[in-house]
C-alpha cells in the first residue's frame, strides 16, 4: 500500500509537470495577447518567400529518402526496446542471453549492411 | 514533509503542493534560460575576440535577455493566412512540454529530486524523443517551402541521432542493473562513468548535439540556406517558445550528461565531501554547458549528408560494438 502510494504520487508529479508544460506557453501567449499590438493588412500575412510572390502549395512531395530513414529508425527503436530488459536484467541472465542477444543484433546488423551497400546512408 | 507527502494517498492536495514546487523549478529554470543566453553571446564574443552584449544592465549585460524577452512580449503575432491554424497554433507547446517533462525525473542532488521514477533513463529518452513532432508539425503548418524543409530536416535528424543516443546509455545501464538515474549515480561512487565508458561518452555528447539541434548539427534552421528553418513563420512569444525549448532541453540534457558519466553530486575525491552536492552537481553541469557553447563557436555546421551518413555508418556501429564489449568484459571480469 506504502509503495503504491510512493508509485501513484511519482507519477502524480511527471502528470504535474506536462501541466506546466502546456500551461506555460498558453498563459505567456495570452498575456502576450493583451500586451501585443494588431493592425493588420493583407501583406503581413502572406508567406515569406525571400520577397518573391509565393506560388502555389508549399506541402509539396519530399524525397522518399525521409521515409527510408524513418524505416530505418523504427527498426533500430524496436532493436533498443529489446535492448533495455536485456541490459537491465543482465546480472541474473549471463552469458547464455549474451549470446542470444548478440545472434539478435548480428540480424539487424546484416539489414544495416544490406543498407549500406545498397546506397540507401547515402544521403544525396 | 515531503518524504512524508510522497508517502500519503495521492489527491488532489499533493497535486497541489508537486504544484507549487514545479512551479519554482520552472523559474529557476527560467532563471537559468535567461542568463544561459547571455552567458553563451559573452562566451562567444569573448571567443571571437570581441565584447558581446554590454549596453542593457551595466558592463556585464546583466539584463540583455531580460530586454529581449519583453521586445518579443509585445511584438506583434503573424499567423499567416494560407497556415493550418490550429496545427500552427499547438506546434509550440508541443515543443516546449516535453522538454520541461524531461526534467521531473533528474536527481539534482540526493534529496532534490522530483519523480524518483524506476524508469527514469526510459522516461527521459522516450519524452524527449517527442520534442520532434513540435518541430514537424511547425515546418508543415507554416505552409513554407523553407519551413517544411526544415521541419523535414528536424525529423530526420533527430530519429537518426535518438539511435545512437539511447544505445550509447545501454553501456551504463549493464554496470548499473537499473535505469533508475538515483541507482546509476549511486554505481559511481568509486569511478565515474566517463572513465568506465569513455567510448559511450563520447558517442551520447555528439548524439545530444545533435538531438540539441546546435552547432556543428544545426541544419533544421541552418540560416544561411533556410531563412530560419522549422520557424520561419513564427514571430515574437510563439517563436520564442521554440527557442526556450531548446535552451531548457540544453539544461535537461547537460543534468543528463553530469548525473549519467559525471557522477552527478558526488565529490571529485571523496575527501572533498565536505562541499554540498548541489555544488559539484552546478559545477559538473556548468562545465557541459561550457562545452556545449565551445563547440558553437568551435565547429562549422556540418552539411547534410555528411551529417546522416555519420550518424548510421559511424555512430551507430561504435555504439553498437561498445554495448557488447562492456558485456563481454563484465563477463570475464566476473570469471576471476
Not at chain 2, 132 to 158: D, E, H, P
Given at each position: ?102 545472434i ?21 | ?61 546583466l ?5 529581449d ?25 508541443i ?5 520541461f ?106 548524439a ?5 539541434n ?39 540534457m ?57 550518424g548510421?555508418?559511424v ?22
Open positions: 500500500m506504502e509503495l503504491w502510494n510512493l508509485y501513484q504520487n511519482n507519477y502524480l508529479i511527471v502528470f504535474v509537470f506536462l501541466c506546466l508544460g502546456v500551461l506555460l506557453p498558453v498563459v505567456a501567449l495570452f498575456i502576450g495577447k493583451l500586451l501585443r499590438p494588431y493592425n493588420p493588412y493583407d501583406a503581413k500575412y502572406t508567406i515569406y518567400e525571400s520577397g518573391n510572390e509565393p506560388f502555389h502549395d508549399s506541402r509539396v512531395r519530399f524525397n522518399v529518402r525521409y521515409y527510408i530513414f524513418a524505416l530505418m529508425f523504427v527498426i533500430f527503436d524496436v532493436e533498443t526496446v529489446f535492448l533495455y530488459p536485456w541490459a537491465v536484467a543482465y546480472e541474473k541472465l549471463g552469458i547464455f542471453a549474451l549470446i542470444e542477444m548478440l539478435f543484433v548480428f540480424m539487424l546488423v546484416i539489414g544495416l549492411v544490406y543498407a549500406w551497400k545498397k546506397k540507401v546512408l547515402k544521403w544525396i | 514533509m515531503v518524504e512524508e507527502l510522497l508517502h500519503s494517498q495521492a489527491g488532489i492536495f499533493n497535486f497541489g503542493v508537486f504544484f507549487l514546487l514545479a512551479v519554482v523549478l520552472l523559474l529557476v529554470v527560467l532563471g537559468f534560460v535567461t542568463y544561459a543566453i547571455l552567458a553563451e553571446r559573452k562566451v562567444m564574443g569573448f571567443m571571437q575576440l570581441r565584447q558581446g552584449p554590454n549596453q542593457v544592465g551595466g558592463r556585464w549585460g539584463l540583455q535577455t531580460v530586454a524577452v519583453l521586445k518579443l512580449l509585445v511584438k506583434e503575432d503573424t499567423i499567416p493566412k494560407l497556415a493550418d491554424k490550429p496545427l500552427f497554433i499547438i506546434a509550440p507547446v515543443g516546449f512540454a516535453p522538454a517533462m524531461v526534467m521531473a525525473t533528474i536527481p539534482f542532488t540526493d534529496k532534490l529530486q522530483f519523480a524518483d521514477l524506476s524508469v527514469g533513463l526510459l522516461y527521459y529518452i522516450a519524452i524527449s524523443g517527442l520534442t520532434t513532432i513540435g518541430m514537424v508539425t511547425g515546418g508543415w503548418a507554416s505552409n513554407n517551402k523553407y519551413a517544411l524543409l526544415g521541419g523535414m530536416r528536424a525529423a530526420a535528424q533527430m530519429i537518426s541521432y535518438e539511435i545512437p543516443l539511447v544505445m550509447s546509455v545501454l553501456g551504463i545501464i549493464l554496470l548499473t542493473g537499473s535505469l533508475n538515474l538515483n541507482e546509476i549515480v549511486a554505481a559511481q561512487e568509486n569511478v565515474w562513468f566517463i572513465l568506465l565508458q569513455p567510448v559511450a561518452f563520447i558517442v551520447f555528447l555528439i545530444s548535439v545533435a538531438e540539441l546546435r552547432i556543428p548539427f544545426d541544419l533544421p534552421e541552418s540560416e544561411n540556406e533556410l531563412v530560419a528553418g522549422f520557424t520561419t513563420e513564427y514571430s515574437g512569444f510563439r517563436w520564442a517558445m521554440f527557442m526556450l525549448a531548446e535552451y531548457v532541453y540544453m539544461f535537461a547537460a543534468s543528463l550528461t553530469t548525473v549519467l558519466f559525471l557522477g552527478g553530486w558526488l565529490p571529485l575525491f571523496s575527501f572533498l565531501d565536505f562541499i554540498p552536492g548541489a555544488v559539484w552537481f552546478a559545477l559538473k553541469f556548468t562545465v557541459v554547458i561550457f562545452l556545449l557553447i565551445w563547440f558553437r563557436s568551435t565547429f562549422p555546421r556540418i552539411r547534410a549528408d555528411q551529417l546522416m551518413e555519420f548510421w555508418k555512430l551507430l556501429p561504435v555504439a553498437l560494438a561498445n554495448i557488447f564489449l562492456t558485456a563481454i568484459i563484465k563477463e570475464v571480469m566476473n570469471l576471476f
